[in-house]
């Protein structure tokens, strides 16, 4: 069994497989649970029908319904441009999925740069975005486009400083190595109270990273329709949509390998199952905040960036530097 | 007074300054004046968008996000209600009007039974009357409600809508089992009401204020408690007094701008000169004030609700009226508080079974002639603050 495993070409579908099939089911569990946690939070019951119980197959119905609708491209759109998009947006997030370490001996792409492999690859979606915002050809797309780039790019930078903080306390930018280091429920020692302000810092900023609300401008459908996705039908539509809540459980695993232990537990041995419920609790919250808060103004969101997060994720890198040292 | 909080517009690029005055957009617009030229971009915000709740349309001209020059292009509505009321019977208008500002039927339908009882010399009965308070400012609160509801959710908090829409279903219950109706009521008749009050429906009304007291506080912790909340409408929009009253605008608009003005005070009808209660003001005319002011209309509307529930007396709720409703010759003005503001009717008779001229004067159509004023020089997202916080029906606007 373990020759077997250890041969490459019977490993990579196996490991392609898994990584597909997590991306797959997770992101629908996401947004299963976000129709029914936001139902119960608002006095009503959310999807009900569909798949008997609880309408716990709505998002599969919801997927029927996509590939059934009509293929629309406006005229005046750049049509190339315009079909590549989503995918564009939606393939890097699968691919983040591919670094994450879900168990002891269990990362499908070990690497020693893995932190700033999947930071990097989740910020590209935003080409994808812009590609989708400019090729429309319509207005609110556009203006939608270009409050997602440059909110991306202003919230790109605090998130890098915040895991370069973690790479810089384990020692490590190799997620394996990093969630290696933390006990079961994350940092422990001088390194917790620094690493928990990197984590609110992180989680703000993932997500706005993540355009959910309260940062949810560049979609924000009382101003702009429906941003960058204005013009987007049918399965194209879908993909974005999917690329939403695959960016939600990317982040959310991320961040629990950065500071919540990742799969790392008590009582059952270390595994995927942890990770799993870190990545449903963090994505409960991520539903919470949509929820409760109002969305904030493009420039009050940029005034966060740069006046709050910026130097507090600066001077947590050098307070862990200086823990560091001594 | 609040003048010189009003973003100046174009010049200087005061308009980008964050809400907390570290100006980073400052920096930026005065930069792109000198190395870039930029080109204005015409947008057409409705008929069809999510935040005209309905079929306004407003031309705004952008300036990257800034908004350059704002225009209501209303119109799309227009059912004609003028014209039509001269071809119906006075009775008839009553279904009519209740149409225009569609979620507060019995405040309009209040203000049509009046002018053709006024022309004609009618005494209401006592119990109708206090009835008609009843209901009015319930449909009132309902109105309220609505907007408490649809506010937060332009400004993307989703919540308050369903717990808006949880209370207004408890309300409907009442006025479903009172009118039968649930949206246009056509409770009030010339001369008084359609029917007497069910037995037990005071009760379910006494029932409702204290409940609908707590579920308010809890507004005000869910809404007016969130900083987001506040960083988006403190400051935003602001409408002074005096332009405030030069634009005619009415309700929560002028109030929040500091100007006790309610029909209700200062030209008392029905028989709120026998009840007590205040009018809610704000100080700085801005969104955060007209939203404060709409809450404190509800909590004065439940305490008017208290006051009539004691003072319903017994006897008839309505008159006989003659086989064919012909007010003499000459005209009537009614002025009432809608729960939009100031509506007014003006009614020309001569002699016939229809009016000669039917006018009405809607509050939204004033508050919303405020909008090139209050848009210009804010930006995108602001607008949409703003838009809501005027609180109009279109249909008010087009009728």
């Known amino acids: 069994m373990s020759d077997l495993l250890s041969n490459y070409w019977v490993l990579m579908p196996v490991k392609v497989v898994a990584v597909l099939l997590i991306f797959l089911v997770f992101p629908l569990v996401v947004g299963y649970m976000e129709h029914k946690v936001m139902a119960h939070m608002q006095a009503r019951l959310g999807p009900m029908e569909a798949g008997r119980f609880h309408g716990v197959l709505q998002l599969v119905a919801d997927g029927v319904k996509f590939v059934q609708k009509e293929s629309v491209v406006p005229r005046a759109a750049d049509k190339w441009v315009f079909t590549l998009a989503p995918a564009v947006a939606l393939i890097p997030v699968i691919l983040v999925f591919g670094f994450i370490p879900y168990g002891p001996e269990l990362t499908p792409i070990r690497s020693d740069v893995g932190l700033f492999v999947t930071l990097a690859l989740s910020s590209v979606s935003v080409i994808g975005v812009l590609m989708a915002a400019w090729s429309s050809a319509n207005k609110y797309s556009l203006i939608g486009g270009l409050r997602a780039a440059a909110q991306l790019i202003a919230y790109e930078l605090p998130l890098v400083l915040a895991a370069a903080a973690v790479a810089m306390q384990a020692g490590s930018a190799d997620l394996a190595v990093i969630v290696e280091q933390q006990r079961f429920w994350g940092w422990a020692g001088w390194a917790l109270l620094p690493l928990t302000v990197g984590f609110f810092v992180y989680g703000t900023a993932a997500l706005a990273e993540l355009t959910r609300p309260p940062f949810d401008m560049p979609l924000a459908d009382s101003e702009v329709v429906f941003g960058y996705l204005t013009e987007y039908t049918g399965l194209r539509f879908a993909f974005f949509l999917l690329t939403e809540y695959a960016g939600i459980v990317s982040q959310s695993a991320i961040a629990a390998t950065l500071f919540l232990g990742g799969y790392k537990g008590v009582i059952l041995p270390d595994g995927p199952w942890f990770l799993a419920v870190k990545v449903l609790a963090l994505s409960f919250l991520v539903i919470w905040a949509r929820s409760t808060y109002p969305r904030l103004r493009e420039d009050q969101l940029q005034v966060i960036a740069w006046v709050r997060l910026v130097p507090v994720s600066l001077l947590l890198i050098f307070v862990v530097g200086l823990l560091k040292v001594v | ?399």
């Open chain 2, 1 to 399: 007074m609040a003048a010189d909080q009003q973003p100046s517009g174009a010049e200087g690029g005061v308009a980008f300054q964050a809400a907390d005055g570290t100006g980073v957009g400052v920096i930026i617009r005065e930069r792109a004046d000198r190395e870039l030229h930029t080109q204005d971009m015409t947008l057409n915000v409705g008929p069809q968008h999510p935040a005209t709740h309905g079929v306004l349309r407003v031309l705004v001209t952008l300036d990257g996000e800034m908004i350059e020059s704002a225009e209501p292009v209303i119109g799309y509505m227009h059912r004609s209600f003028e014209k039509l009321a001269e071809y119906r019977d006075y009775r008839q208008i009553i279904a009519l009007v209740n149409r225009h500002d569609w979620v507060s039927s019995i405040c309009n339908e209040l203000g049509v039974a009046m002018v053709v009882e006024r022309q004609m010399g009618i005494e209401v009965p006592e119990r109708a009357t206090w009835i008609r308070m009843l209901m009015a400012e319930w449909t009132r609160i309902l109105n309220h409600l609505m907007f408490v509801g649809s506010y937060p959710l332009e400004l993307g908090a989703i919540t308050p809508m369903f717990y808006a829409f949880r209370e207004r279903e408890e309300i409907q219950a009442l006025m479903e089992w009172v009118t039968g109706g649930r949206l246009h009521l056509t409770y009030c008749r010339v001369g008084g009401l359609k029917q007497d009050l069910p037995r037990g429906a005071i009760d379910l009304s006494r029932d409702l204020v204290p409940r609908l007291r707590e579920r308010i506080k809890e507004y005000e912790t869910l809404i007016l408690g969130n900083e987001i909340f506040a960083a988006r409408t403190k400051g935003i929009g602001v409408l002074p007094a005096d332009v405030a009253c030069s634009y005619g605008s009415s309700g929560c608009s002028l109030q929040a701008a500091g100007v006790p003005e309610d029909a209700r005070k200062t030209e008392p009808y029905l028989f709120y000169d026998q009840v007590e209660f205040d009018v809610p003001t704000g100080r700085n005319g801005d969104c955060y004030d007209r939203f404060t002011v709409l809450l404190g209309r509800m909590k004065e509307s439940l305490r008017i609700i208290e006051q009539v529930h004691e003072r319903i007396p017994p006897g008839p709720v309505t008159v006989k009226l003659p086989k064919v409703v012909r007010p003499p010759a000459g005209h009537a003005y009614v002025r009432t508080e809608a729960p939009l503001g100031q509506l007014s009717y003006y009614m020309v008779s001569h002699n016939e079974k229809t009016p000669w001229r039917f006018k009405m004067r809607t509050p939204s159509f004033n508050n919303v002639s405020t909008f090139p004023y209050l848009l210009k020089g804010t930006l995108l997202a602001d607008m949409i603050a703003v838009m809501g916080s005027v609180f109009f029906i279109v249909g008010d606007i087009d009728r």
